[in-house]
């Protein structure tokens, strides 16, 4: 079990949290729109929870850049199921 | 007359932007910053240049990573590669920085981040080749650096309009044009920078600010006619207080506080430690935008939104971060987050850009600082009772019209850029404040000295005794409004305790981390 969770650690995420600006990867209707293209809004309306290793790895891989703002955070719903694959030891070379 | 009415105005305006903030700096001073010392604002300083020859330019000291003991190896405190540092610079009034110099590091080992390494016996008459774990080998002169393992660089751009949108160019090496400056070593030591053999102090800190001081680059910034300076580096720290004393509800006696005989009553707890510090000056015709000779200044720092640690890290990558830069760390004005920005709002003030600086209102109107020092050392000791602190708030958010108001409303170090420097032997350390007596300005005073805080901030200012007296309520007239108005407030600690140079950068080279002796006391 140790290894498992020294596994999962792998994948350890600190994000800086932005309290400021625009959501540059937000939908118009206030939603994040996610690495596969779907979004967090719900169809009745609701918020889904975003996974956070999602939301980390597209925000390096697809969002660094010196003339982006950040992304907003309050607004989303985070959740963290210590995925296994979320960072492959690939992502680091 | 014009000109009494103008020194007027500048010294009511800084007294009054000072009273706002008190006692400490801004070292560690919001909780999420004391995570990320590494991008941590701790002071900032705008003023003409006071060298000599120099009149015609201004410089800006914007301080870092505060607290360094000297002694704080391996690593001592390189920049961080992974963070943007910034000086912002407003000239057109609009609380919008119009002119921004950005900075960016790059640290990497000798050997392709391999490092040095020595030859060490397997025991069977080979040897193999082994990484040592310092940042040098060797003795380290200003003509050999052939012994450093870490080698520190930096870039610097200018960005005019908006810091993250606007267009930036490389700033270079005035002699040969390279786009790469190297930022020195810290000083680590009295060996390091003497003689393996016979390690003395004395001429390692003759050989120290030698080495440091061949990084000091004239530089082509794009846009401006007249090269500029630009240096990075280690420095002792250049603020002074009584920091342990002033947290601890201001833990002295009344009577040494209250006693202006007693400004440098008790050693400056901060002598010790060093800073890094980051100083560019800038020809000020290349500051400024047609007529309007005010500016505001201020520094941030800024980090990638998404940091993901790696599991295997390595010296090059400990850590994959990404996203769009994410401001940290804002520094204007000496003291706000500190003491006037509840701390609750601390991250925020952090986060926060001076456009949108009204949001902070109430901690300007409404100061808590006056009402603690009152319940602290009532009750002869009490806070002004005037509410609320409209004259703050002009002067805090606006400067003073006439004198450095620049029609900005905003947080931020203003400067009139046509106010001439005060040599550096003339210069009063109450700044502006040395202007009034009792309430009421005297140009005639001894010491009055408008070209200094808060009309811009010099090195030798201490903001500390300055703003505390304000907040007291120093510029009042009455003892009505201000019933300790003229009590001489200070923290026991005198800024000119500090030795700064006369020349750029001006900040003075730190102490070695050890002695040659065996000691690493500094």
Redesign the interface.
């Given at each position: 079990m140790s290894a498992l969770r020294a596994f999962f650690c792998a994948g350890a995420l600190a994000l800086v949290v932005s309290g400021c600006n625009r959501g540059g990867n937000n939908t118009e209707d206030g939603g994040y729109k996610l690495p596969d293209g779907g979004t967090t809004n719900n169809p009745d309306g609701g918020m889904s929870e975003l996974e956070i290793t999602d939301f980390a790895k597209d925000l390096i891989l697809n969002h660094t850049a010196d003339n982006n703002l950040p992304e907003t955070t309050e607004d989303k719903t985070f959740k963290d199921s210590e995925s296994s694959s979320g960072f492959p030891s690939s992502f680091f070379q | 007359m014009k000109s009494k009415m103008r020194l007027g105005g500048i010294a009511a305006g800084a007294l009054a932007m000072a009273s706002i903030a008190s006692f400490a700096s801004s070292h560690r001073e919001a909780p999420f910053i004391t995570k990320n010392p590494k991008v941590d604002s701790t002071d900032f300083y705008m003023f003409r240049s006071y060298e000599t020859g120099r009149a015609a330019f201004t410089t800006f000291i914007a301080n870092y990573q505060p607290f360094q003991d000297p002694m704080g190896g391996p690593n001592y405190f390189s920049m961080d590669p992974e963070a943007l540092y910034e000086i912002h610079i407003d000239n057109n009034n609009d609380a919008m920085e119009d002119l921004t110099f950005q900075f960016r590091f790059n640290n990497t080992l000798a050997n392709s981040n391999n490092g040095v390494a020595l030859p060490i016996s397997k025991g069977d008459g080979g040897t193999v080749d082994v990484a040592i774990p310092l940042i040098n080998a060797g003795v380290i002169t200003a003509a050999d650096q052939s012994k450093l393992n870490l080698a520190e660089t930096y870039t610097v751009k200018v960005v005019r309009n908006n810091r993250?949108?606007g267009t930036?160019e490389d700033v270079t090496n005035a002699a040969g044009g390279s786009k790469v400056f190297t930022k020195p070593v810290d000083f680590i030591g009295a060996k390091s920078f003497s003689s393996l053999t016979a390690p003395d102090r004395a001429a390692a800190v003759t050989a120290y600010a030698a080495y440091a001081n061949q990084y000091i680059y004239n530089v082509n910034i794009p846009g401006c006619a007249t090269p500029g300076k630009v240096f990075v580096g280690q420095r002792a720290e250049s603020f002074a207080v009584n920091l342990g004393t002033v947290f601890d509800l201001v833990d002295a006696p009344a009577g040494v506080i209250t006693n202006n005989a007693q400004r440098n009553a008790v050693p400056n707890p901060m002598a010790d430690k060093s800073i890094t510090s980051i100083a560019v000056e800038v020809p000020t015709t290349c500051l400024v935008q047609g007529t309007q000779k005010i500016i505001g200044g201020w520094q941030t720092a800024s980090?990638?939104?998404?940091?993901?640690?790696?599991?295997?890290a390595t010296y090059a990558?400990p850590?994959?971060?990404?996203?769009?830069?994410?401001?940290?760390s804002r520094l204007g004005m000496p003291l706000v987050n500190e003491i006037v920005i509840g701390l609750k709002d601390k991250d925020?003030w952090n986060?926060?850009e001076p456009k949108d600086d009204t949001q902070f209102l109430t901690y300007v109107t409404n100061p808590t600082l006056p009402a603690l020092i009152e319940v602290l050392f009532g009750p002869t000791v009490k806070a002004p009772t005037k509410f609320p602190r409209a004259d703050l708030v002009a002067a805090f958010l606006t400067g003073v019209p006439n004198v450095n108001a620049n029609g900005a409303t905003a947080e931020y170090v203003r400067l009139n850029t046509d106010l001439p420097a005060t040599a550096a032997g003339s210069q009063n350390p109450l700044g502006a404040a040395g202007c009034f007596v009792n309430g009421v300005l005297n140009t005639m005073a001894a010491g009055c000295d408008v070209a200094g805080f808060p009309n811009g901030r010099r090195p030798i200012d201490d903001v500390v005794d300055i703003e505390l007296r304000v907040a007291m309520g120093y510029l009042y007239t009455n003892d009505t409004d201000a019933p300790s108005r003229n009590v001489a407030f200070h923290d026991a600690v005198a800024q000119e305790g500090v030795t700064f140079a006369t020349t750029f950068p001006y900040v003075g080279a730190p102490k070695p981390g050890a002695n040659g002796d065996g000691t690493s006391t500094p």
């Open positions: - | 993250r949108t930036a980090v990638r939104q998404a940091r993901v640690i790696n599991p295997a990558r850590s994959r971060e990404g996203g769009a830069w994410v401001q940290v925020r986060s926060s």
